[in-house]
């Protein structure tokens, strides 16, 4: 199946810095989505990019396909960013997270 | 906002005892999927639903568990016996199309097997 990386598995910042979470894929995809769960376990989805470049407010992705990667980009982060950061990636019948990248916002 | 709905939200069963969740997803999703999430780690495809039918249920332990949905909308994941090793979130999520899309989850269902 395919193997999903993220990283880094940690990631502590101060309010109003910006930051880039990377995911990388094992093998060619037609779906990858970017999740944010916060600290009741809730995932929220955030990006839908197989392809191409999104931006929704302070959050932007860029999905890489035929270099099998993807970035987030966090700008000017708040304490409510804080969570945990999901990649999931795959084909229509078969979804694999990566472990996540858990970052820490401090006010 | 529509949402993914689900129950319980917090179990707590013991070893050996039958455990049910329930998830209704976002009217007019076709695809349901379930998944498991252990603490620390990311979540893990247990079964997969296009309308009423499984598409995928190749991660799905089947001599414990069981998963259905009889008329293509809401689904029940359940667990018997229970076991230690089980103790983990179930997540329940859905999507419009026929398969793959966005996934929108319901909060989950926390179980903890003692």
């Known amino acids: 199946g395919i193997q999903v990386e993220q990283s880094p598995p940690d990631l502590i910042l101060q309010e109003g810095a910006n930051s880039t979470l990377r995911c990388n894929f094992s093998d060619s995809v037609n779906n990858l989505q970017w999740f944010h769960q916060n600290p009741w376990g809730q995932l929220i989805n955030l990006f839908y990019i197989p392809s191409g470049t999104k931006q929704n407010g302070r959050l932007s992705a860029t999905t890489v396909a035929t270099e099998r990667y993807s970035l987030l980009y966090i700008s000017s982060s708040q304490t409510t960013d804080s969570g945990v950061y999901f990649c999931?990636?795959?084909?229509?019948?078969?979804?694999?997270f990566g472990a996540g990248t858990r970052l820490t916002v401090k006010p | 906002e529509a949402e993914v709905a689900q129950s319980p939200r917090y179990k707590i069963t013991e070893k050996s005892q039958a455990v049910a969740f329930w998830c209704d997803p976002i009217s007019g999703h076709a695809t349901l999927y379930w998944y498991r999430q252990i603490l620390g780690q990311g979540p893990e495809l247990l079964v997969q639903?296009?309308?009423?039918?499984?598409?995928?249920d190749s991660q799905l332990p089947k001599d414990r568990f069981s998963a259905e949905r009889l008329k293509g909308v809401d689904s029940t994941l359940k667990i018997q016996p229970a076991e230690l090793g089980d103790s983990a979130m179930y997540l329940c999520a859905s999507s419009l199309g026929p398969a793959g899309g966005i996934q929108y989850f319901g909060a989950g269902t926390r179980l903890s097997v003692l």
């Open positions: 639903f296009q309308d009423e039918s499984v598409v995928d």
């Open positions: 999931a990636v795959g084909d229509n019948n078969d979804m694999r």
